[in-house]
């Protein structure tokens, strides 16, 4: 017989469930009863998630992230804090997609997703793959800050120390802990962005400078 941990941590959509307990009278009701109980959580109309305590091992803000609102790659903050870059705790899962700007409440948590241009979306990201069990995409330090600089309204970044000076003290981005980094992926960004490419270039050249 399945069982319902066999989900894992892994979000679940309404449709999977009602296969699931397709057996039952009314799956529906059968829901219901669960979400009540607290053994499941809705994230948003027709998704799901095991409660943490139901599938035995913690959630995932990163999995839910990408689950929620979809094709999405974790970024920004929440990326530079995953990193160790950012040394705060960041409390609201930021993520990068293609399609317009959006915003999640959920019991879990607060999700925000910033929109981005569909030439400039799968440069530098990665899968963060955990305990061999699931995977989640999350882009990779050097992605994360040109998606930091881009997204940034009304910043008109004109030199290498201007920059700096944004990253370093007002969002507190600590560049030492970026290891092993990958100039190129700025400077893909930089090509294919049509917006901050002047600051993406100072990116470029700063932590080229910077971390070699």
Known sequence: ???LKDFGVIPVDI???RVFFSTYQSPKDKIAMLEKDGEIIRLKNGLYVLSAKTAKQPLSQELIANHLYNPSYISFESALSHYGIIPERVYTTKS???KRSK???TPLGNFEYIQTDENYFSIGVRDEIVNNQYAYLIASPEKALC????ATKRIRLQSISALKTFLEEDMRCDLSQIKNID???INQCAQVSPKKRNELNLLYKLLRDECF
């Open 103 to 105: 915003k999640y409440t």
């Open 1 to 3: 017989m399945n069982d």
């Open 96 to 98: 990068a997609v293609m």
């Open 15 to 17: 449709s999977t469930l």
């Open 183 to 185: 100039i190129e992926i």
């Open 147 to 150: 998606d930091l600089v881009v």
